[in-house]
């Protein structure tokens, strides 16, 4: 079996680990007779696989008891409006970041529903990093604040909390979910789309503050209203069983590598490993603002265009697959997610060595 080294940026990359466990119970669930695609999410059996995954991803991601777990279906993109819908029900005002495409995408959406206001952008420097914002830069008056946390297509994360005073504060946390410890108490509501680090496509993860339900605009869509997917604990209607499973598979490999302090430590050092490189090489470079750089999604570019697609051609031919950059950035692009173990990003960096001594 030949696994390639997939640097896609979602879906992406699961641990081996996971994927047999998977495979060993695939067709026969724990002498269940059925495979977990073929059970009712209603059925005791099920139900153990929902509540686990819900306990391990509150006791992994250290989720406080007043905040709701959601298991809820759409992607992340589907949230871009359940967040105003929800929450915009006291002034119908919320501040908005824009620090690259998905955030720009949210803030538009939130615009059908309410009275957005811009508060900053850094669309100036195409989004290579993140506005030094302070609680003077937000409406006390607004119902939410809203930041993408790790900008996927642009490779940068916020270095700090923003502080929002009273106001709650709302990230996409898609591509940055249970990478490294987040103090969740800092925020009202973090959300995400779990195809980055967390499970197969098909599951988006709302992590509420309890207080924050129940005010959600009279026209809101059932599906879409977190207070009653909460009280419905995410089984409104069927969720998304396969996915909430392989999360719980997830989160038991974070606890065998030993927590998330651990997996936070080695996610780290691999992006260290790539920015190190870039920042000492002749032929690439990373265009990021060095304190705004995500350790998820490392982005780069080589000295031409020319170069850049022969880079990825070549490296696809090595194994080393979805290095592309996102279309509408061009470059490459790098997604180092938990389940890249390190030596993928050291054979990386090592054919990317290669590869400048052969082109300069
Ligand atoms: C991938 C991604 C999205 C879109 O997620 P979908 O689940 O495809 O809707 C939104 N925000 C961020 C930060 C992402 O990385």
């Known amino acids: ?42 059925s005791k059996v099920y139900n153990e696989i929902i509540k686990g995954a819900e306990a391990l991803f509150r006791r992994v991601y250290n989720v406080p008891e007043n905040y709701k777990i959601l298991f809820l279906q759409g992607g992340a993109s589907t949230q871009f409006a359940a967040v105003p819908l929800n929450l915009l029900g ?39 990093y993140i506005p030094e914002l302070t609680r003077a830069d937000f409406d006390p008056e607004a119902d939410y604040a809203y930041v993408c ?9 916020f270095p700090y909390i923003p502080d929002t005073g009273d106001v709650p504060l709302v990230a996409d946390i898609s591509s940055c979910m249970i990478s490294e410890p987040l103090d969740i108490s800092k925020f009202g509501v973090v959300y995400g789309g779990a ?36 009280d419905g604990e995410s089984m409104y209607n069927t969720p998304p069983c396969w996915s909430i499973y392989i999360c719980k598979l997830v989160l038991e490999w ?49 000295a031409t265009d020319e170069l850049n697609d022969k880079f990825v051609k070549e490296a696809a031919a090595a194994g ?26 050291d054979a990386l960096v090592a054919f990317m060595r290669d590869f400048e001594s052969a082109n300069a």
């Open 1 to 42: 079996m030949a696994r390639v080294y997939n640097f896609s940026a979602g879906p992406s990359m699961l641990p081996l680990e996971v994927l047999q466990e998977a495979q060993a119970d695939l067709i026969d669930y724990k002498g269940s007779g059925q495979s977990v695609m073929e059970m009712s999410h209603r």
């Open 90 to 128: 006291k002034t119908g005002k919320a501040d908005y970041v824009v620090t690259g495409q998905f955030a720009s995408k949210a803030y538009q959406e939130a615009q059908k529903y309410g009275e957005i206001r811009l508060v900053a952008s850094s669309k100036d420097k195409t989004f290579s």
């Open 149 to 157: 946390f790790n900008n996927t297509i642009f490779g940068t994360k």
């Open 195 to 230: 195809q980055k680090n967390v499970a197969p496509a098909g599951l988006t993860v709302v992590i509420v503050r309890e207080d924050l339900l129940g005010g959600a605009r009279a026209d809101t869509p059932v599906m879409l209203n977190w207070k009653e997917q909460a």
């Open 254 to 302: 974070i606890e065998r590598l030993g927590g998330l302090e651990v997996l936070a430590e080695q996610n780290r050092k691999k992006a260290q490993v790539l920015y190190d490189f870039l920042d000492s090489s002749k032929l690439f470079s990373n265009p990021v603002r060095k304190e705004d750089r995500s350790i998820m999604n490392v982005t780069f570019v080589a």
């Open 320 to 345: 080393f697959v979805n290095l592309k950059g996102h279309r509408s950035v061009g470059g490459m692009r790098a997604s180092i997610y938990n389940a890249m173990p390190p030596e993928g990003v």
